[in-house]
């Protein structure tokens, strides 16, 4: 039987940056197995790319600052183009209630050294007349945040782990999990079975599918997300944040010299389903127009829209570290549409888990995946 010191289920973003970061550690021999034939088939290309320290919990802030601060170097270190522009985030909103979310996001923003502006009404009117300010309340701005290219990424980390000596396979299904006891003894693939003592479970929206083969539930659901594009549009400026209106969701920055927008439909229920639905540019239009009445004269490219999944989990966070009862199985699953986000960070302390024992770079403890079965659960209310 073939053998491998780690075997790394899906190099989707998330996986290609484990693989990556346990190569560059010298962690033995690395295969990385991929059901799709290509890279970026899955979730990874099918994201918005945003980038952003405004979260409201420590752990998610921790992972924004250091994958972050990788991103900003990435294309001289990792030796590949992911158009990192750091134009910002704007969020605002016009209800009292999400406006002291806002402000307590923002004093932990503020103690951690990040530059988040408070921004009042006619903060907000100055800073983006592009849309409607009359009924806000309150919002804030990030400077270091952003968006990229999120196939850059995947690519840029696939191509140093293989430089590194790992191995990634395209086309190769992992189909099951030999344990012993309680002990991880290998990985069942289509092209056949492979020793190992150590399988991380990267799948994205099919973790749950490869956490059964250890036999073992987790809760991590996937979920449609769909986004469309416009054709060029000059009424806003060029150099445009990702902009999020917190009480709809509504979300919107520069895509070539058009606009990607985003929102979440709240009728979405659980499924693998990423055929996207044509009713949902009516239902976008909505609340887009209402807060950037601008957008009348945009035109949807019906050609540029599409649908993606996010792995969600009931609490919005990531399973990250070892499953208690299998010894040498571990998850880097659920991000719920950060993956591509917190990947370099995830990469990281995920090597960490695997040959430290524990992650240093950033506490991941609020993290763990018994944390349900244990009823300590922290929700992740920044979501969109």
Request: hydrophobic letters at 45%; a negative charge.
């Amino acid at each position: 039987m073939e053998t491998a010191d780690i075997v790394v289920i899906g190099a989707g973003v998330v996986g290609a940056s484990v693989a990556f970061h346990l190569a560059a550690r010298r962690a033995g021999r690395i295969i990385v197995l991929e059901k799709e034939a290509m890279l970026g088939l899955g979730s990874t290309s099918k994201s918005a790319g945003g980038v952003r320290h405004q979260f409201a919990t420590e752990v998610n802030v921790r992972l924004s600052m250091e994958s972050i601060r990788f991103f900003e170097t990435f294309d001289l270190v990792m030796d590949y183009p992911i158009e990192f522009r750091q134009w910002g985030y704007l969020l605002f909103t016009a209800s009292e209630k999400k406006a002291r979310v806002l402000r307590t996001n923002f004093e932990l923003h503020q103690r951690h050294g990040l530059p988040v502006e408070w921004l009042s009404r006619d903060d907000l009117a100055a800073r983006a007349p592009y849309i409607r300010t009359d009924d806000l309340v309150a919002g804030t701005f990030c400077a270091k945040d952003g968006y990229l290219d999120p196939a850059g990424v995947l690519q840029g980390f696939a191509k140093q782990a293989r430089q590194l000596g790992a191995e990634i396979r395209l086309g190769v299904e992992a189909t099951g999990v030999m344990i012993s006891g309680s002990r991880i003894e290998g990985v069942e693939t289509s092209a056949g079975p492979i020793a190992t003592r150590c399988v991380i479970d990267a799948a994205g929206p099919s973790a749950a599918r490869v956490a059964k083969f250890a036999g073992v539930d987790i809760p991590v659901f996937p979920i449609r997300r769909m986004l469309v594009c416009t054709d060029r549009f000059d009424a806003m400026p060029a150099r445009l944040p990702m902009v999020i209106d917190c009480d709809s969701g509504f979300h919107f920055r520069r895509e070539g010299n058009g606009l990607l927008m985003g929102w979440e439909d709240p009728d979405e229920k659980p499924s693998d389903s990423t055929t996207f639905d044509p009713s949902f540019i009516e239902k976008l239009l909505e609340p887009a127009l209402d807060r950037a009445p601008l957008l009348e004269s945009a035109r949807v490219d019906r050609r540029r829209a599409w649908a993606g999944l996010y792995p969600e989990t009931p609490d919005h966070h990531p399973l990250l570290g070892r499953m208690p009862g299998i010894e040498g199985f571990v998850l880097a699953v659920g991000f719920g549409g950060h993956g591509v986000m917190h990947s370099p960070a995830t990469g990281k302390v995920i090597a960490e888990v695997v040959l430290d024992g524990a992650a240093q770079t950033v506490d991941i403890r609020p993290l763990r995946p018994e944390r349900f079965a244990e009823g300590d659960v922290v929700v992740e209310p920044m979501v969109f």
